[in-house]
């Protein structure tokens, strides 16, 4: 009716009681046992040994769990900790880059007599005909229809609609937009339109003038809306037809747009003199 591994279980308790039992009754009338005393140490002291053996191996287990149990917890309490400190790295470096961005932002501040406004990247436009970018400065900022959008690697683009709070922002990448440019070596002029691609087109380039790759083209200030010497980009290719007046001239921005987190708004950008005079 009981499995083996009953009957040894049942054995060891009835060993155990039989022993406590015979302990306490000694205890209790130690002259019961006087005369006795040597075969009741012969009977009980295997069962002693045994007893003690079974409550020291069950203590280790129980000790050992418990300590399990308790590096279990203080992994997990180092687990959290670890990722808590990883966050508040991950967090530190960003803000170290933010500050990068903000110290270049004051240098060109101070080297531009502009009244300058910070703006951080909110939205991107996705579409391949329309690129754009939304801002979080508005009317209440000061921002108005047609300000240039800069940062200080060069030109971003031009503000096209305002609210009160935002901004939407026409990247000069875009095929609508065009900047009056300049070849910063020889001082070649024409007009930077933006490619279906991301890149540029340098349009109304002279085919007499003189313009290799590598050429950077920076911004003549001529528009009325960017001010002069500002980055734009770097010429990629040059092709000088046959016949014809123009030069075929491809240019690769230097602003990365798939990164822009921050830009700069030119609150005062140059009177349109030149536009006015023509």
Known sequence: MFSKRTAIIVGVILVIAVN?????????SPHRFYGLKTPALYII???QSMVSRIIVFMKGIWNNYFFLVSVSRENS????????????????????????????????QETRDFKLLAAEVIGKGHSPWYR????????????EKGLPIIIPGGIVGQVV?????YSKILLITDQNSAVDAIVQRTRARGIIEGEPGGGFVFKYVLRKEDIKAGDTVVSSGMDGVYPKGLSIGWVSGVIKPISGIFQEVSVL???DFNTLEEVIIILNPPKREFVSRR
């Open 45 to 47: 002291t295997p069962f």
């Open 132 to 143: 754009s970018i939304i801002i979080d400065k508005g009317t209440a900022n000061g921002v």
């Open 161 to 165: 609609e305002t609210t009160r709070r």
């Open 20 to 28: 406590i039992i015979v302990l306490s009754i000694a205890a209790k």
């Open 253 to 255: 921005p230097l602003v």
């Open 77 to 108: 309490d180092l687990s959290r900790a670890l990722e808590k400190a990883l966050e508040k790295n991950r967090h530190l470096a960003e803000i170290e880059l933010s500050n990068a961005r903000l110290r270049e932002l004051l240098k060109l």
